[in-house]
């Protein structure tokens, strides 16, 4: 007969062998491999956050203090501002700025809503072509349009003194404050444009079908359904239009400092490179500006109200239909191509004839004076060479590692709990309110408090890290959409399979990014070309990049290397600007 067992026996080989492989170190373990995934995650975002905010604590605390903040013992003190408002310049620069954002602005938002519709709502001869001109200012540096308008249509300018010769018409005075408008609104025009024009292919034609069918004409159509219906898209476009004129420096500097028109752009440019600068009074201007900014930004809300009311797309898709104008058609076409020309066209090409010229004027022919020495000059110049240089490695290397960052950013915030994913969507678009010239400062002061930050000093990699933070949100927002596309079963199948995380990302999320990656470099490439005003303060003998050249050229009166050095750029930013934007 079977004796009974007590309760347990007999049972110590399976419990003894869970128990061995269940210690505490295990157990550690596998919550640690577990939550690595999350930990790592936290780390980027966190980082990202730093690095966003970085131009802006500094600049906060030097405001703030009497003294350059790598001085000991600092008291805090209102001091800085109270010098700034008392000073007459700083108050001249306010209201001037406020003027050249007011007309600027109307000025670009007008256009790019005019063009939009014309664009994107009538059937016109050349539509494409036409759509690829009016978007060209998006390829080429403001810096270069406001040379090129400058050589051409400035007081002393070849259309200006060709004009007075033979017709004995004068132009407009562009070393003005309505001139630099002018020329703002027409640089930020395109950037109106794409606004309006995503916003007018999700309205269906069939709601101004319904306002004609009940008796409106095509006019009140589209003032009554159109534009009422676009209200969102039109905040936006003013309030970026008015930020954008805030950070201009490029007109402003060209344009108005002939006439000696200064705005906040220029006055915190000279304050900043001057030789004794005072920390305080600069730092205090950029805390004005990105107050101003962000203040504008914050309105947007409050502007639009409860946006579900513009809502217009709905489960079904409905193709879009162009209205036919027959022969006017070849009117407006005209129309357009006669505004691309004069504001883009000619002047780019009259850049190009410029730099291939000793000096140009209606009085001398052209064939006296062609020559090959502002080329010879650019590029027999070791300064001028590097610049190209260093300019072609920030973009290429610098862009590579900003498209990394963004990867590893939009990774975190759509492959994460919702909280993480809100922490890094906000931080991301943090830098759309730092203008480009506090970005600038703002990096400067971090490199001189920080530890180690005397190795970024004069070095390209200062320029790399000022230019990612300068233009992270334009790449994240880039990215974004294509990872909403991607579902994630996809990855979840890799690791059922076995693989780890980031085999799933490598083998299934990088290959169906690729052309959004491409495209997120190419778009970095071409803005990390063209940026020169958070430069302006980091750069160093040896570390100057295309656009602070030029710009030293032109203080010194040097037209025709400004316009070579301006062709180089044209000719190897322009390829793959229209590959990122002429996409229809």
Request: glycine share 8%.
């Amino acid at each position: 007969m079977a004796q009974a067992r007590p309760a347990g026996a007999g049972y110590s080989g399976a419990p003894s062998l869970g128990t061995h492989r269940d210690t505490p170190a295990a157990r550690l373990w596998r919550l640690w491999r577990n939550r690595l995934p999350l930990v790592v995650r936290w780390a980027i975002a966190l980082f990202l956050l730093a690095l966003l905010i970085s131009p802006m604590l500094p600049l906060l605390y030097q405001a703030f203090i009497d003294r350059p903040l790598y001085e000991d013992d600092p008291v805090w003190t209102l001091q800085n501002f109270q010098g700034l408002v008392s000073d007459p310049n700083f108050r001249s620069a306010c209201v001037n700025t406020l003027w050249f954002a007011i007309l600027g602005t109307a000025i670009s938002t007008t256009t790019g809503f005019v063009v939009a519709l014309a664009l994107e709502r009538f059937d016109l001869p050349f539509r494409r072509t036409l759509k690829i001109l009016f978007l060209s200012p998006i390829f080429i540096s403001a810096l270069i349009l406001a040379f090129s308008w400058s050589m051409l249509y400035g007081p002393s300018g070849y259309a200006a003194i060709l004009l007075k010769v033979s017709l004995g018409i004068s132009l407009p005075n562009l070393n003005s404050l309505v001139g630099m408008s002018i020329l703002a609104g027409v640089s930020a025009a395109p950037v109106s444009y794409l606004f309006f024009a995503a916003a007018m292919r999700n309205i269906p034609p069939t709601l101004e079908d319904a306002a004609r069918a009940a008796g409106a004409s095509s006019l009140r159509a589209v003032l009554g359904v159109v534009l009422p219906l676009m209200r969102p898209s039109l905040i936006y476009c003013i309030l970026l239009n008015f930020v954008m004129k805030f950070d201009q420096l490029a007109v402003p500097l060209v344009v108005g400092e002939p006439a000696r028109i200064k705005v906040l752009a220029t006055y915190l440019y000279e304050k900043g490179l001057q030789t004794q600068s005072d920390y305080g009074i600069v730092s205090a201007t950029a805390v004005v500006m990105l107050a101003v900014v962000q203040i504008v930004i914050g309105l947007q809300k409050y502007a639009l109200g409860d946006v579900r009311r513009y809502t217009t797309v709905g489960g079904r898709s409905m193709k879009r239909g162009m209205i036919r104008l027959g022969a006017a058609g070849w009117a407006v076409s005209g129309a357009l191509l006669a505004y691309t020309l004069l504001t883009t066209g000619i002047p780019s090409a009259f850049l190009i004839l410029r730099s291939f010229c000793s000096f140009m004027s209606p009085l001398i022919p052209i064939s006296q004076v062609l020559t090959l020495d502002n080329f010879r000059l650019v590029l027999g110049y070791d300064a001028y060479v590097r610049s190209i240089i260093n300019t072609i490695v920030i973009a290429t290397v610098g862009g590579f590692g900003a498209l990394v960052l963004t990867f590893a950013s939009s990774v975190v915030a759509y492959r994460s709990p919702p909280l993480l994913r809100r922490v890094v969507e906000q931080t991301a678009f943090i830098p759309r309110a730092i203008p480009g010239m506090v970005v600038g400062i703002g990096i400067f002061y971090a490199a001189v408090i920080l530890p180690g930050g005397g190795y970024l000093r004069g070095s390209l990699a200062i320029l790399m890290i000022a230019f990612t933070i300068r233009y992270f949100s334009g790449g994240f927002a880039v990215l974004a959409p294509s990872f909403h596309q991607i579902g994630q079963d996809l990855e979840r199948a890799v690791r059922v399979a076995g693989g780890g995380e980031l085999r799933s990302i490598w083998a299934v999320t990088l290959p169906l990014l690729r052309p959004a990656l491409v495209g997120c470099f190419l778009l970095y490439f071409v803005q990390f070309f063209k940026e020169y005003a958070a430069a302006s303060f980091l750069f160093g003998p040896d570390t100057a990049v295309v656009g602070t050249t030029m710009l030293q050229l032109d203080l010194m009166g040097n037209l025709g290397p400004v316009a070579a050095l301006s062709v180089i750029v044209l000719a190897l930013t322009l390829p793959i600007a229209i590959l990122v934007y002429a996409k229809d």
